[in-house]
Structures are given as C-alpha cells and as structure tokens.
C-alpha cells in the first residue's frame, strides 16, 4: 500500500519559515520524481516544487523560486519542502506526490502527470 505522509504544515507570520516532510511507504523510492504541490480555497492545485529521482535536478513556481528549496533523502525515503520569507499568498494546503518514471533527471510540474499523492497539510501565514 502506497502512503505519502506529509507533516510540518502550521500557522506562521509573514516572513517567516516553515519546513515540509513528506514520508514515502510503500514504494520504491529511488524510482519516483516528487513534488509538492498547493491548493488555496476556491483555486485549482498548483505546481509548487519538483525534483528528480537522482535528487540532482529540481524545479520551482516563479512565486517561490528563491525562497522554496525541495530535496530528498533516499535513505530515509523522504522529500522536504523548505519554505522561507513566507507571504500570506503561500496559505494553502500542500500536497506530496509521486511520479514513477524511467527518466533519472527529469522533473515533473503537471498534477495530471503524478500517481500517488498525499493528504496535504495546512499551511497559513498571517499578515
């Protein structure tokens, strides 16, 4: 059984950090691109963040890029979502998937293109 567990989400002023984890099971982790994604009330989900199964190539939204850094650890079968400057737009629920892939460095930023996916967390920044 596939199960993607995000945590990390909460309440934090604007200009401030939070981190994201994502706990991959059920898997064979080194075989999946990942990504986070992003959903605000009454929005579509939104490209956050990808990066490759190698861990060596990632992509970001223009809203984040500078401000969002995405990495993984294979050994503990995990992505993370380090998130700073924080603005009240970024309030959303966050979303971990997964995309199982033969190519070693690509990325992924289309929801319709990932297989698995999480619960999501809440993340709110107050202005």
């Known amino acids: 059984q596939v199960q993607l567990v995000e945590s990390g989400g909460g309440l934090v002023q604007a200009g401030g950090s939070l981190r994201l984890s994502c706990a991959a099971s059920g898997i064979s982790f080194s075989n999946y691109a990942m990504g986070w994604f992003r959903q605000a009330p009454g929005k579509e989900r939104e490209f956050v963040s990808g990066?490759?199964?190698?861990?060596?190539?990632?992509d970001y939204a223009d809203s984040v890029k500078g401000r969002f850094t995405i990495s993984r650890d294979h050994a503990k079968n995990t992505v993370s979502l380090e998130m700073n400057s924080l603005k009240s737009e970024d309030t959303a629920v966050y979303y971990c998937?997964?995309?199982?892939?033969?190519?070693?460095?690509?990325?992924?930023?289309?929801?319709?293109?990932?297989?698995?996916w999480g619960q999501g967390t809440q993340v709110t920044v107050s202005s």
């Open positions: 990066i490759s199964r190698s861990g060596g190539n990632s």
């Open positions: 998937a997964a995309e199982r892939t033969m190519a070693y460095s690509r990325t992924y930023i289309k929801v319709a293109e990932y297989d698995y």
